[in-house]
């Protein structure tokens, strides 16, 4: 089997901790946002490119900053929409150099079509990232052509000592049409870019939360593939899920945004949000942006707005836990699906983290197809939506 992939590696010694510049390109001109003092463009190690799919996809917009960041490795990704201090937007890239000071990083890529299936994809990145010194994994993966359940469970499959694996799908605004990754070239369909960070000076932290309310009494899943449900009960499931819905059926599938599944597997404490993306009324399913095993209870979950920006607040509390001090950077992953609920209203979920963080942590981040985060402290990566994730990075002497 061919595997093609890209691995690169920085290791450099600098007298400064972490330092972080960001860059804004909006309206055709690059803006600079913030940066920290002493950051030294050339000597930066990593850089985060996320944008929307017709400008992420600009060579010349690549070119320029491959030029600007020589010794950097960049991911570049589009969204569903960019996130950078307490603001949400469209239409541009937002841009997060950091210069590590004792950190190392490896960088791996590699596309689906490498593979046998999304699950042989995340082991592989696993295998090629794998070192007694790595202490977090962050993952940006295709969007629309990857299996984001069985990506988690490859990551999952070689993670002894569970280091935190984070991060999320690649988005395409609300079209669910072409979404592109790429590191160290302009991104194209099918890639996962993978980011190993290596050395006991930098604290990662993590935190992911919906704010969903359920209601209903729970029911078992008696039929399902993978990601395609059939049976609820032994019932129709799309039947069922119409019957919940009431005169919202009608405004199908887009108003099963407002109805998602929360999904119990194993530990009843352990809830994740299921979004349905699609029906097919001839074979009588609902397809997920995730999967559903045979025998998960389940419950019809709605949105509550106030309680969806709260969770952003949840969100960041948690990643602080076990944190000595304030993050340098933050990296907020928010699902499309509460961007479209939201609606005008996004940019609080955003202020809500920020308000936790404080002007001392930078902020960037994208609104996602799916977001990758263990449900807890010390446990494996989950493919989430509808929820909004943080990760926090601080390096410390």
């Known amino acids: 089997m061919k595997f093609a992939a890209v691995i690169s590696y920085t290791n450099v010694d600098y007298c400064h901790n972490m330092k972080i510049k960001q860059q804004h390109f909006i309206q055709d001109k690059w803006l600079e946002k913030s940066s920290d003092a002493g950051f030294n463009i050339n000597k930066a190690q990593l850089v985060f490119a996320l944008g929307s799919s017709q400008l992420i996809a600009n060579k010349e917009l690549f070119d320029y900053l491959k030029n600007s960041h020589p010794a950097a490795n960049i991911l570049c990704a589009s969204t569903a929409g960019e996130i950078i201090s307490d603001d949400v937007v469209d239409n541009s890239i937002v841009v997060t150099a950091i210069e590590f000071d004792k950190t190392k990083v490896k960088c791996v890529e590699t596309n689906i079509t490498d593979h046998e299936n999304s699950f042989e994809t995340g082991k592989y990145l696993m295998q090629q990232l794998n070192a007694d010194d790595l202490v977090g994994v962050f993952i940006i993966s295709d969007g629309t052509k990857i299996n ?40 194209a369909e099918g890639n996962i870019v993978a980011v190993g960070f290596y050395g006991k000076h930098l604290k990662i932290g993590h935190g992911s939360f919906g704010g969903w309310d359920e209601f209903g009494r729970e029911r078992i899943i008696t039929k399902s593939d993978k990601n395609i449900l059939y049976e609820i009960d032994g019932r129709n499931a799309l039947e069922l899920y119409k019957e919940y819905l009431g005169p919202y059926a009608a405004e199908l599938p887009g108003s099963a945004l407002l109805f998602p599944l929360s999904l119990k597997i194993e530990d009843p404490a352990t809830t994740l949000v299921r979004t349905i993306l699609s029906i097919n009324e001839k074979e009588r399913s609902m397809t997920f942006a995730g999967d559903l095993p045979e025998g998960s209870k389940v419950r019809l979950m709605k949105a509550n707005l106030d309680k969806l920006i709260d969770a952003s607040s949840s969100a960041a509390e948690q990643s602080l836990k076990n944190q000595t001090q304030a993050p340098q950077l933050a990296f907020l992953i928010s699902c499309v699906g509460r961007r479209l609920i939201l609606q005008e209203r996004s940019y609080e979920e955003i202020q809500a983290a920020k308000s936790i963080f404080g002007d001392a942590t930078s902020i960037g981040g994208f609104y996602s197809y799916g977001e990758i985060s263990p449900y807890n402290q010390n446990t494996s990566c989950e493919l989430h939506n509808q929820t909004m994730t943080i990760t926090t990075f601080t390096e410390i002497t």
């Open 148 to 187: 984001g359940s069985s990506l988690v469970s490859g990551l999952n499959e070689n993670n002894s000592k569970q280091i935190p694996v984070t991060g999320g799908l690649a988005g395409d605004a609300a079209r669910f049409d072409k979404t592109y990754v790429g590191l160290n070239h302009s991104p």
